[in-house]
């Protein structure tokens, strides 16, 4: 029975391994050529994919600010661009190099007799060819190629780098087989002479529909606008669309990398369109899509107004130069109290959208005005005085003082130290403000009546009105360049001084004029004024989508503040700006219906460092001062020699020391619009538009900065320019 069964089991195992290797040998020698052109079919002709227009950004009135235009892709396959780059061809290439002149001999493009050892060079020679002509055709040059083709291999390097620690067992990437723009958005004599003359001889070359970004008159919103930059591997892992075949990011996309065009990314973004062909490049028809164009977005900003407001920061900085306080740069914000949507977003100076790239370098290195910086929402300054009327409410609002107390202003702080926390009225004239109450505080912006309301409070309540009022978080615009500021709470304190991390009573004094490490974007500066005037602090609004949706902007619970301590704010601030020998007198507005409330500032400030000495020392023993706008320019002299930097100091600042030797300032001044018949101390009837105006290194805030918002304020209330609601 046993042998019986034994042999039935044979005989089975023998029948299956018969089926197996006539099988191989079906697959192997009978369908070779059948299976071997499939693989070459899939080498040559892999999906390709058609890039979708993106939408366009509007401003609030609709005036398109940026838009796709058509244009052509010159795009090369990942294989062949090896052979552009220095070693031995990868063996991903030479496959498909021999995929390649396998079916072009098998269309009758070589003889049926030649063997593809010989094909295959001539392939090489043809694309060495191609490098040429390419550089001829373009004005590029071989080298700029070249760095191209790097780019593209690091880029799809680093993607495979990525997808393999997830995945360790896959192989290759759909990039290391695709097409990728070697050279992108040329116009349409080049894409016609590249097609005629290149693309029939070259299967590895496609000349594809493409789209370049285009701005209009869009210079005044250069930052707000942002641009677009190649996609990272960081941004391809991180992709919220990773899963959607025809949206998500690829190798050789460009995204949005900064402003607009970054915190809009995905509403923006178009779906591309899918082709299927075969070898002679006619499209199977059932298994491809169209492109879909990304949806527009609409932001708050009023373009004219954003320009309007530049030329008058310009202006203002201009008519600084001969001054004893040179303007470093400026900025100004101007929102909608109402429904906080921001109307102007300003930082100045600007730069040319469509001379980024050609003057990169000139711009990063321009350490005097930092052309590049997002100053509305980047930069942090110390706000000085504009705070005082937070740190006012929070000390009505925690019972320190009452709107009647009464501080004596004597000129100093500190009895027996005279020359410490002094009022800057002391400072200036020698004279003092006498006796203070609230109002009164507010109005001569008293630096003795903000001393002791800050002692009272103490640095954690300080802070925590500080926060309330929207200082230390971001202000909702969604803006990667978007800073929170700093609010320095005792955990805060504690986690960054490394002058023996400790809170001390003089911190309290500092903070409750806006001095010390407390620190706001001119965003936020102008969203404590909107706080002030309608009572209620919210996040602002940028940017919406077609539907009417914000977008981007993170999502915050309003705070309601109590109206009876708001009145004294309110009523101080009028007070600011219209009352005669106000600290900003000068700021109120000509109009038969309209007045303006603010508060000034002049917070000192650390100069700049424009330029470094670096002392250099080579592995010889030489050494050589340089002077350069940072180390890597300083290096990047000796671009073939490798000297360490073994000491460094600063060369020039802006402003320039004075004999002095005093810190400059920064002119603030922050108010809002109201009605004329607004009941003093109440919430502003009327168009109420919230402004914030900072001029660097300006020095007095009502003089210098009071007068730009004077002027933004009459173009808005006075008709010569209407914000459409």
Known sequence: MFAKRLRWFVILMTVVALVIVGRLVDIQIVRADRYETLADHMLTRPVRYIAAARGSILDRNGQVLVSD?????????????????????????????YAVARALRMRGR?????????????????????????????????????????????????????????????????????????????????????????????????????????????????????????????????????????????AGDSCGISGVERVAELTLRGTRGRVVEDFDRKPILDECTDPIRGNDVTLTIDAELQRQTLEMLKRAVDDSADSENPAGGASAVVLDVATREVLALVSYPVYGYDDYRENYTRLARDNRWQPLRFRAVANMYPPGSTCKV???????????????????????????????????????????????????????SCNIYFYT?????????????FLAFGLGRQAGTGLIEESSGIVPTPQWIAENRTNGRRVRPADAWNFSIGQGEVSATPLQCANVAATVASGRWEPVKLVHDSAGHWVGGRSADPAVFDEQYLRILRRGTWRVVNERGATAYGARIVSDDYEMCGKTGSAQASRRVIRKWYKLRW???????????????????????????????????????????????????????????????????????????????????????????????????????????
């Open 453 to 465: 309301v800050g002692d009272r409070l103490g640095v954690d309540r300080l802070c925590k009105w």
């Open 619 to 725: 592995p010889d023993g030489r050494t050589a001062r340089v002077v350069a706008s940072s180390k890597r320019e300083a290096l990047a002299r000796f671009p073939d020699e490798t000297p360490d930097v073994i000491a460094d100091g600063i060369e020039e600042l802006f402003p320039p020391r004075g004999a002095d030797d005093k810190l400059p300032s920064h002119a603030w001044f922050i108010a809002y619009t109201q009605s004329k018949d607004t009941p003093r101390g109440s919430a502003p009837r009327g168009r109420s538009y919230a402004i914030s105006v900072l001029i660097e290194y300006g020095g007095s805030g009502g003089k210098v900065a009071g007068p730009v918002a004077k002027e933004i304020a009459e173009m808005l209330v006075e008709g010569e320019l209407r914000i459409k609601n």
């Open 110 to 250: 070589y003889p049926d007799e030649m063997p593809i050892n010989e094909i295959v060079p001539r392939l090489e020679a043809r694309l060495d060819a191609l490098w040429q002509r390419l550089s001829e055709l373009t004005g590029l040059t071989q080298s700029e190629l070249i760095r191209r083709a790097k780019r593209i291999r690091n880029r799809v390097e680093q993607i495979k780098a990525v997808v393999q620690r997830h995945s360790k067992s896959i192989d290759a990437i759909a990039e290391e087989h695709g097409y990728h723009a070697l050279i992108a958005g040329i116009d349409e004599d080049l894409a016609l002479a590249v097609r005629i003359e290149l693309e029939a001889d070259h299967p590895w070359l496609r000349v594809e529909p493409s789209s370049r970004r285009v701005a209009r008159d869009a210079d005044a919103l250069v930052h707000v606008l942002g641009r677009l930059g190649a996609v990272s591997p960081r941004r391809i892992e991180d992709d919220p669309l990773a899963e959607d075949e025809l949206r998500r990011l690829r």
């Open 390 to 444: 937070i740190a006012l409410y929070g000390g009505l609002a925690e019972g320190v003082v009452t709107p009647e107390t009464q501080i004596l202003c004597t000129g100093h702080f500190l009895p027996n130290q005279l020359n410490k926390f002094r009022c800057w009225i002391y400072n200036q004239y020698g004279v003092t403000h006498g006796v203070q109450i609230a109002e009164d505080a507010v109005r001569n």
């Open 69 to 97: 235009e058509p244009a052509s892709d010159i795009s090369v396959r990942y294989e062949a661009l090896a052979t552009l780059l220095p070693n031995a061809l990868p063996s991903a290439s030479r496959r498909y190099l």
